[in-house]
């Protein structure tokens, strides 16, 4: 069974950094791609920013410049790095990540999603 755990979240002022974390636990795990996903407030949940199965890297036109995503297969942890925090930047933000097990075909799972606060 593969559970994924976010961390890193919290309060920060703007211009401020973050770095949010997605660690998959489980058998045998191999992350064939990462996607970070986020929903603010009265909003719907949009794409941030991902890693695909090619390891092509892709942002959001708002993070680009601002936001770096990457990934420690050795960890088996997915990371969101976040600088220049803006208060548009405050939602809920979740990992989605693609993962093959030896017992398993590529599934996506999904981490319980961990609060961005961007205030002064």
């Known amino acids: 069974q593969v559970q994924l755990v976010e961390s890193g979240g919290g309060l920060v002022q703007p211009g401020g950094s973050l770095r949010l974390s997605c660690v998959a636990s489980?058998?045998?795990?191999?992350?064939?791609?990462v996607t970070w996903y986020r929903q603010g407030p009265g909003k719907s949940r949009e794409y941030v920013a991902g890693?695909?199965?090619?390891?092509?890297?892709n942002y959001e036109d708002s993070v680009k410049g601002r936001f770096i995503v990457s990934r420690d297969s050795a960890k088996n942890t997915a990371y969101l790095q976040m600088n220049e925090l803006k208060p548009e930047d405050t939602a809920v933000y979740y990992c989605?990540?693609?993962?093959?097990?030896?017992?398993?075909?590529?599934?996506?799972?999904w981490g319980q999603g961990i609060q961005v606060t961007v205030s002064s």
């Open positions: 489980g058998d045998s795990i191999n992350i064939l791609a």
């Open positions: 890693i695909t199965t090619s390891n092509a890297i």
């Open positions: 989605a990540l693609d993962i093959a097990t030896r017992d398993s075909a590529p599934t996506d799972y």
